[in-house]
């Protein structure tokens, strides 16, 4: 596995953006779960998707306003992140593993990729 995550940026409150997380390894039989680390804070889980393809989310973060979808083809995992507010703001990460505890927040392994910056202006 070899993550690559993208599409972090500046936005405004309320605005949209989506997170790319790309196994450049093209490896198969991975769950792959989202987690962000806003500055002063630990890391918490955000959603996840579980091989062959259950979604799972952080309701507490998510509040029915991100999604989480996948492209095979792509080998690409996205975050489409929805209405998003300044407490949103923090570096994005993937991870992928064979493990389902990537998919939670005590998912301990090593499979991540580099993080994405989020930032949402108020």
């Known amino acids: 596995v070899q993550l690559q995550a993208s599409g972090g940026g500046l936005v405004q409150a309320g605005g949209s953006l989506r997170l790319s997380c790309e196994d450049l390894?093209?490896?198969?039989?991975?769950?792959v779960g989202w987690f962000r680390q806003a500055p002063g804070k630990e890391r918490e889980f955000v959603g996840g998707i579980r091989w062959p393809g259950s979604i799972k989310y952080n309701a507490d973060v998510v509040k029915g306003r991100f999604t989480i979808s996948s492209d095979s083809a792509k080998n690409t995992v996205y975050l489409q992140m929805d209405s998003l507010r300044p407490e949103d703001t923090a570096v994005y990460y993937c991870?992928?593993?064979?493990?389902?505890?990537?998919?939670?927040?005590?998912?301990?392994?090593?499979?991540w990729g580099q993080g994405t910056l989020v930032t949402v202006s108020s």
């Open positions: 991870a992928a593993d064979h493990d389902y505890a990537v998919c939670g927040s005590s998912y301990s392994g090593d499979n």
């Open positions: 390894g093209r490896s198969s039989g991975y769950s």
